[in-house]
T-cell receptor
Framework: GDSVTQMEGPVTLSEEAFLTINCTYT??????LFWYVQYPGEGLQLLLK?????DKGSNKGFEATYRKETTSFHLEKGSVQVSDSAVYFC????????????FGQGTRLTINP | EAGVVQSPRYKIIEKKQPVAFWCNPI?????LYWYLQNLGQGPELLIR????????DSQLPKDRFSAERLKGVDSTLKIQPAELGDSAVYLC??????????FGPGTRLTVT
């Protein structure tokens, strides 16, 4: 079935470090891909998305590129801040838009000052 | 704009007891979702409503779980009877016409 695999966490970095969180997917069709972020005590929020191969989603300094050939959608940020500490979820949807999301297991990110 | 509202935020019950969670979606959002999030895992869809109709409930354990969305607005998810393995966070989300899903803060259930 369709699935998403994220790199194991937790991830701990120092402020201003470079961030990569790996995400790969398995899908029977041509999915849309998403990154969601969950701050402590809050609901999941859409961080960025991409709907076709080679699309780059970006928001708040984060970016991810839809790589169909490697079935990947890795999340990157050039210089992380303490406020980026959260749990990050990669997800796919095979229905137009975001109707049926399949999530990865999440990666907890902690940024130390 | 008010976000998705869920209540209660926390619930502790003994096994075999019933429990209900309530969700109020964003005004105007016709699609409502209930997700189950186990500790250290991503959310998993339990049921999706389009207005009043449950259009995808394939992952809902119907022997003990039930849901309703009367009048196509608020929704209630019920578990009866609860089991120890039901301890998790129950998330509600809503969206408008296949666009972005907006998530509530969730209800954390502990079954003892």
């Amino acid at each position: 079935g369709d699935s998403v695999t994220q790199m194991e966490g937790p991830v701990t970095l120092s402020e201003e470090a470079f961030l990569t969180i790996n995400c790969t997917y398995t899908a029977t069709g041509y999915p849309s891909l998403f990154w969601y972020v969950q701050y402590p005590g809050e609901g999941l929020q859409l961080l960025l998305k991409a709907t076709k191969a080679d699309d780059k989603g970006s928001n708040k300094g984060f970016e991810a590129t839809y790589r169909k050939e490697t079935t990947s959608f890795h999340l990157e940020k050039g210089s992380v801040q303490v406020s980026d500490s959260a749990v990050y979820f990669c997800a796919l949807s095979l229905i137009q838009g975001a109707q049926k999301l399949v999530f990865g297991q999440g990666t907890r990110l902690t940024i130390n000052p | 704009e008010a976000g998705v509202v869920q209540s209660p935020r926390y619930k502790i019950i003994e096994k075999k007891q019933p429990v209900a969670f309530w969700c109020n979606p964003i005004s105007g959002h016709n699609t409502l979702y209930w997700y189950l999030q186990n500790l250290g895992q991503g959310p998993e869809l339990l049921i999706r409503y389009e207005n009043e109709e449950a259009v995808d409930d394939s992952q809902l354990p119907k022997d003990r779980f039930s849901a309703e969305r009367l009048k196509g607005v608020d929704s209630t998810l019920k578990i009866q009877p609860a089991e120890l393995g039901d301890s998790a966070v129950y998330l509600c989300a809503s969206s408008y016409r296949n666009k972005e899903q907006y998530f509530g803060p969730g209800t954390r259930l502990t079954v003892t």
